[in-house]
């Protein structure tokens, strides 16, 4: 290897560490932060949330009804009652994949909260899972219940099923002055902790379940919140 040369002492002492750093494949990112953060990074690339997914809290966990968006910033739609006293969400239970920051919560009188998602390096696809091994549906569009109607939707305990709308405009009370208005029933059951899974009818998100009556082994039905009015009153459409 021929000497190097320069008429710049502090360029030429540069030269010589980059020929170093090649000759003994040194590099300035190796230490255990570095490292860190890679593996970071590689965890969060492989995430992707879609509605009937959970995140977790410090506080707890929430299913996401569904995913939306107003321009290019993405939202999670979850149950109001659920997102009380939360800020910062994340995709795993442990707390390591951080995905976004409760950005609006409507409760009592609505049962509705926004997650708007900070971290650019998860997916967020406007699907919704239907269960281990059945695979997702594509929510394209939303509307407002109709009496009638075929409606599924997506609980965390008693999973993917489906039924008909039964009524609308119907008022839920928790009890402790905690009422809701303006929800839809359906012939559908649910189960404890199904509380703000999706519900819709082919590819239209109808709305989010908030609560149940009896359960899937002897009968029930279930309540929603609609999702036209989140949707409205946040300035996000579906996608």
Known sequence: MSPVRCERPLRC???????????????????????????AGRR?????????????????????????????????????????????????????????????????????ASIRYTNTAVAYPGEVSLGAGAGTRDITNSAHPVVGQSVCHVGRT???????????????????????YGLFRSTVCAEPGDTGGPAFSGGTALGTIVGSSGNCSSGGVTYYQPVVEPLSAYGLSVY
């Open 13 to 39: 002492v540069g030269r010589a560490v980059v020929v170093l750093a090649l000759l003994v494949g040194w590099s300035a990112t190796v230490g255990p932060a570095a490292h860190a953060a890679e593996r």
């Open 44 to 112: 969060a690339a492989a995430v992707e949330v879609r509605g009937g997914d959970t995140l977790h809290s410090t506080g707890g966990r929430c299913t996401v009804g569904f995913n939306a968006r107003s321009g290019a910033t993405f939202y999670a739609l979850v149950s109001g009652r659920c997102a009380q006293g939360a800020q910062t969400w994340y995709a795993d239970a442990a707390l390591t994949v951080v995905v976004g920051v409760t950005a609006g919560v409507s409760f009592p009188g609505n049962d509705y």
């Open 158 to 180: 008693s999973g993917y099923r489906c039924g008909t709308v039964q009524a609308v405009n119907v008022t839920v009370n928790h009890g402790g002055g905690n009422i809701v």
